[in-house]
């Protein structure tokens, strides 16, 4: 597996990370919990070096799981974990009063089984407490060895500029894919001019990239696409222009449509490290041979082309979840 460096804090990892709430919540009943082990130790073995978990995730029950997971080999990884929810549920909404992220962290470095969180991000922006709070009081975590870097998550560009001048970002984390380019306007930008890493979480819009949901595909009430707009059975059939762009070239190559959604997202910045998550090995052995497909000039000149020109459809999240997004 190829590495990346994360920012310029000396975050290496690998070029795919592993995003590991799939496992334990948001996509219908939980994995087996031997299973979920097994594939979270298979990734490592893989060459994968980034898990992404965080408390909200069950909530708790997928930091337990990622800690059972890579306790024996926890000095070859890098665990990324979150705070930020009241009492590590979102619908509680939001709390990143210092007394609490302090909280969250002793919680959290007990359930991965670990002395240290190597990127510790806030979930979410939280504007009733000042940013510069947040990022000092995760600096005086970092000076006491709790904590190794700083990470944001779906967080504009001046809330990005505000923390960092507190204490350097390591990273910030946002969806990003083919079907959701808005980053590149201002984020992207910005993180190059601070050296920042980035980590696109969703790269496979939760799973629509691959080309095996369709408008014929049911979602269980427990998996969270069930209520997200652009999932309504209207807009899976209007946004297949996308999966058939990265079919088409994916043909070329003898690849996939996720390999090339992937590759893609690898091509846009030496600093970008996409997070896929996923519950089967072949899943993740696709996933992870992306790294290795070399798209050509003219497939990126295509791929880049063709979808500005395509119209996506639906809103990404619910608007009580939109409400939370930082701009």
Known sequence: ???????????????????AMGLSHGYGPPSDRRAAIALLRTAAERGVTLFDTAEAYGPFTNEDLLGEALAPIRDQVAIATKFGFRNGIAAEGLDSRPEHIREVVEASLGRLRTDRIDLLYQHRVDPAVPIEEVAGTVRDLIEEGKVLHFGLSEAGVRTLRRAHAVYPVTALQSEYSIWWREPEEEILPALE???????????????????TIDETTTFSS?????????????????????????SRIAGKSGATPAQVALAWLLSRRPWIVPIPGTTRVHRLDENLAAADL????????????????????????TANVQRMIDR
Request: glycine content about 12%; charged content about 30%; cysteine-free.
């Open 1 to 19: 597996m190829q590495t990346r460096s994360l920012g310029s804090e000396g975050l290496r990892v690998s070029a795919i990370g592993l995003g």
């Open 294 to 317: 070399a798209l050509t000039a003219e497939d990126l000149a295509e791929i880049d082309r063709a979808s500005r020109e395509i119209e996506v459809h639906g809103a990404r999240y």
């Open 193 to 211: 001019e601070l050296g920042i890493g980035f980590v696109p979480f969703s790269p496979l819009g939760r799973g629509y990239l691959t080309g």
């Open 222 to 246: 427990d998996d969270f696409r069930h209520n997200v707009p652009r999932f309504t059975e209207d807009n899976r059939r209007a946004n297949r222009a996308l999966v058939d762009l990265l």
